[in-house]
């Protein structure tokens, strides 16, 4: 076979010279002995120096997917391969990083089977994985082939069809169908088998925060979701969301969503960065918003009674913080304090049904009880005609 213009032969030295420069795994075209099964139920994890490689080349653009769209999709299935903990695995970019220039030029032309096992044998790599994204009747299509190295062949082909809206659960899926071995879910907030986890964020959280933040004291800090895995530069990284709740010099008091992320660097994870978005501020004294069991009904009705008539409320939203206004009695007029809402509502009027994805409202604490005051409703679009 040849290649641009090298021989098969010239094609492996070249790569196994790149390999045997950066002192990059096992000798070439050697298979570990503890290479688990790739099919069937999941057997015990290998010890970790005994793990088998497996290169992740890349999924190539199909129909109607951009590159990037592609390049992200792998990212997640490359996250999902590694959450299974049985493969050394790496990824393009690193072969790149290990590989000369020559062998990284046959690298970008490598489609073939036996030019794969090629590249495979120089890279110790037990087994290869490569695929392509494409659009089929509108849906997403991923295909992906994993080759046995040491067999010298395709071992297994998958296909499946992808949801957009949940692509990790699709790349969790994946790895399950393509090498028998089940991705474990992130599970509960603090159901982390390794740090750092959600202790080891908080802490980091804080630390930042007195750097960044001097003015604003913290009060509480509280993971709000799972973490989130994903590849930053080619590294593995695992961001958290913290709910931190914060007291000013003033007495004001405040909730803020913290985004702290750790990337795992040379086997080691390092603080990589901190961001943070406002969520609401908070009254000072004692003045709870409505309770739950009522917020619904009093934003809802308030809502249908601004758009009159027969108008009925299908659904309703809430957005989870609301933001606080104090009260002002000295001012002119003086002014109440108040909780305003986000919410997602759906009504129906005169056998026409509306969504309005975003409306606005608040709601104020008076002698009476509560009282709605109206805000913007944008973007409602009538979607079904009852008639």
Known sequence: MQRAGLSKARFVSVLCAGATIFSFGAEAGSVPDATPPLSGKTSPLPAANARPRLAFLDLAAGPEVTREVAQAAGDLFVVSLSDTARFDVITKADVKAMLGYEAQAQLLGCGEASCMVDLGGALGAAYLVNGSL????????????????????????????????????????????????????????????????????????????????????????????????????????????????????????????????????????YFDQATKSHLRNLPISPDDPPPDANLVTLLGSGFAATKGGDARIVKLTPGRFPDYTRAVPTAAPPRTAKWAYTFGVTYSKAGKTTICPRAEAAIVKLKGGWSYLAGADGRCEEVLDAQ
């Not at 067999?151 to 090498?179: F, H, I, P, Y």
């Not at 004291?217 to 080619?234: A, F, N, R, S, Y």
């Not at 695992?238 to 909730?255: C, I, K, M, Q």
């Open 134 to 269: 494409g659009r089929l009747g509108g849906q997403l299509q991923l295909t992906l082939a994993l080759i046995d190295v040491a067999a010298a062949s395709v071992s297994k082909r998958v296909s499946l069809a992808l949801n957009e809206a949940s692509l990790q659960a699709g790349m969790r899926d994946a790895v399950l169908r393509l090498t028998g071995s089940v991705v474990i879910d992130p599970g509960p907030v603090d159901a982390c088998g390794t740090p750092p986890c959600a202790r080891e964020a908080i802490a980091a959280c804080k630390r930042w925060w007195e750097k960044e933040w001097d003015s604003q004291t913290i009060v509480g800090i509280v993971p709000d979701g799972p973490v989130e895995q994903m590849l930053v530069d080619g590294k593995p990284a695992r961001v958290f969301l913290l709910l931190v709740r914060t007291r000013a010099l003033n007495g004001e008091r405040s909730e803020d969503m913290a985004h702290i992320r750790f990337k795992k660097i040379e086997g080691d994870w």
